[in-house]
């Protein structure tokens, strides 16, 4: 059986036949091309930095964590209350009044949505096209609304 003191000896002598091995060239110059300039050390880090197989795979799965919501389908009565806020906006138009409406905006990229709250005042309520049409530009489709709110909605 060996001692400590007999592995340490046999590991120096490892160690020391490992670094004779290499005497005859562990202090020769680093070699250098004379085709080629050498490579930036930018370059050179780059080909050791991580690789990523999966293109594109870690937004996928983001994308199909992400949830979205269902949209709410009104009944009759919620709509008629709608509708007539929706009048007495437009009967008021030229008061300037800043409204809340929160509505129903479609997802891109999947299935359901999200639901948004803006504050702003009404610019104009166009009937051809059935869309909200807000003093910043803003357009909401009278269907997308599930609930307006305001000073000018007070009896609501």
Avoid at 29 to 45: E, I, K, Q, V
Avoid at 65 to 71: G, H, I, M, P, Y
Avoid at 89 to 97: A, D, L, R, Y
């Amino acid at each position: 059986m060996h001692s400590a003191l007999d592995r340490r000896k046999d590991e120096m002598e490892k160690q020391n036949s490992y670094e004779q091995s290499y005497d005859d060239i562990i202090h020769l110059a680093r070699p250098s091309s004379t085709d080629y300039l050498p490579m930036s050390m930018r370059d050179r880090a780059a080909q050791f930095s991580p690789f990523a197989a999966l293109t594109g795979y870690d937004s996928a799965v983001k994308e199909t964590a992400r949830l979205t919501d269902k949209r709410i389908e009104l009944d009759e009565m919620e709509i008629s209350i709608l509708d007539n806020k929706l009048r007495i906006i437009q009967e008021k138009e030229n008061k300037q009044k800043e409204i809340e409406i929160t509505f129903f905006q479609e997802d891109e990229r999947k299935k359901g949505g999200t639901y948004r709250c803006i504050r702003g005042i009404v610019k104009k309520i166009d009937l051809y096209e059935k869309a909200v049409i807000m003093q910043d530009g803003t357009r909401i489709l009278i269907r997308d609304i599930i609930d307006i709110s305001g000073d000018l909605l007070q009896n609501f």
